[in-house]
């Protein structure tokens, strides 16, 4: 799917948009609803599903869990966990939704702020 701000699916999503459409069209029973919000947003409403809060605690994510990145200090992009160390996200207009490792963003600069499990 391409990338589109604003976007919450199925042709066009942006980060936090993707993480609503795939929580809201999944056959899963989330701790509480997915909220369509900004990553900021998904951080107030759940953070106390918090099961990690730095790059180091990648290790303990499971697949489908959220996982929040922060650039210069605040939150700015959102992604699920698919597990052995990548995600899927709508990474940016050029790229759409792709599936990508955590330490590619880490390296860049993009740092992983918290990590939410609202699946068991």
């Given amino acids: 799917a391409a990338y589109r701000a604003g976007g919450e699916g199925p042709r066009a999503f942006d980060c936090s948009g993707f993480v609503y459409w795939v929580y809201n069209n999944a056959d899963v029973k989330p701790k509480k609803k997915i909220k369509r919000t900004s990553s900021a947003g998904l951080y107030h409403s759940l953070k106390k599903y918090k ?18 990145f922060t650039r210069g200090g ?5 992604a699920i966990y ?12 050029r790229k759409g ?23 068991d």
């Fill in 51 to 68: 099961v990690g809060s730095s790059y180091k605690s990648v290790k303990r994510a499971k697949a489908g869990d959220i996982v929040l």
């Fill in 97 to 119: 939704v792709i599936s990508q490792s955590i330490k590619q963003l880490h390296d860049s600069g993009t740092r992983v702020a918290t990590i939410v499990r609202v699946v």
């Fill in 74 to 78: 605040s939150y700015g992009h959102a």
């Fill in 82 to 93: 698919a597990g052995k160390g990548r995600i899927i996200h709508a990474a940016n207009p």
